[in-house]
C-alpha cells in the first residue's frame, strides 16, 4: 500500500452552483467521512489527485490528507483515509466529485482490492478451453497498511469445466476474505469448437438410438 500526501481545503461552502465554480477552477470538490468522522467538506486539486491515481491505482493509495483552511498554508490537522468512491461524468469520465473514507492504522477496514491472473490453465493450454473471469476484484478485511496492491489467483490446475471460488484461495496472514466463500472467481469454459463437437456429437447419439428403435 502506498501512502501519499496530498492537500486539502476544509469548504466552508458547499452545493452544486460551488462545485460547478470549483470544477472550473481546476478544483474537485469532495469530502471526507467514516464510522467515527463527522462528514467534512473539501476541496482538492484536480492536477494533483489525478497525477496520482495515474501513476498508482486508487485502491491503492493511502492518502494522507493535510487538512487546511480557507487562505491557510499551514495545515490545521492530518487525517489518513481510501478514496471510497469517484463520482465520473456520464459522458466524459471526467471526476467531479471525491468520496474519502478515514481509517485508523490500528483498526481494520473494508476495501476492494484486484485480481491478478497467475498461470496459464490446463484447459486453455490444449486449446479445448477459455478463461472467463467473473470477478475483477475482492472485499478483503485487514489494517490499512497490509492492504495488498493485488490478489493472486493461480489457475494452473483448472481445466475445462473447473472453477475456483473464493473459499479455494489462500489469504495471507492478517487479511480475511468478506465475499461469500461460494462465489466464483474464475471458471474455464469450453470453446465454441469444442461445443459444436459436443453438440454434434450428442445428435449422432440420438440419430443412432432413433435408428435402433425403428
Known amino acids: 500500500m502506498d501512502q501519499v500526501s496530498l492537500s486539502a481545503i476544509i469548504r466552508t461552502k458547499t452545493g452544486k452552483s460551488v462545485a460547478r465554480k470549483l470544477r ?10 467514516g464510522p467515527k468522522t463527522k462528514s467534512i467538506p473539501l476541496a482538492v486539486s484536480a492536477h494533483e489527485f489525478k497525477k496520482i491515481i495515474t501513476k498508482i491505482p486508487r485502491q491503492q493509495v493511502l492518502f494522507t490528507l493535510e487538512l487546511k483552511n ?22 466524459s ?15 481494520e477496514v473494508e476495501t476492494e482490492v484486484p485480481i491478478k491472473i497467475v498461470g496459464t490453465a490446463k484447459g486453455v493450454e490444449t486449446g479445448k478451453g477459455m478463461l472467463e473471469l467473473l470477478r ?46 461460494d462465489t466464483t472467481i474464475v471458471t474455464v469454459v469450453p470453446t465454441e469448437a469444442e461445443t459444436s463437437e459436443e453438440e454434434a456429437e450428442a445428435e449422432e447419439e440420438t440419430g443412432t438410438t432413433e435408428e435402433s428403435s425403428e
Open 24 to 33: 472550473k477552477q481546476g478544483i474537485l470538490p469532495a469530502v471526507l467521512y
Open 93 to 107: 469520465d471526467e471526476i467531479r466529485h471525491i468520496d474519502f473514507y478515514e481509517v485508523f492504522m490500528d483498526e
Open 136 to 181: 475483477r476484484t475482492l472485499t478483503i478485511s485487514c489494517l490499512p497498511l497490509s492492504i495488498p496492491k493485488e490478489i493472486p489467483v493461480d489457475v494452473s490446475d483448472l481445466d475445462v469445466g473447473d472453477a475456483l471460488h473464493v473459499e479455494d484461495l489462500k489469504a495471507e496472514e492478517g487479511i480475511t476474505f468478506v465475499d461469500d466463500p
Open 70 to 91: 480557507e487562505g491557510e498554508q499551514e495545515a490545521v490537522e492530518k487525517r489518513t483515509a481510501l478514496v471510497k468512491e469517484l463520482q465520473l461524468h456520464p459522458v
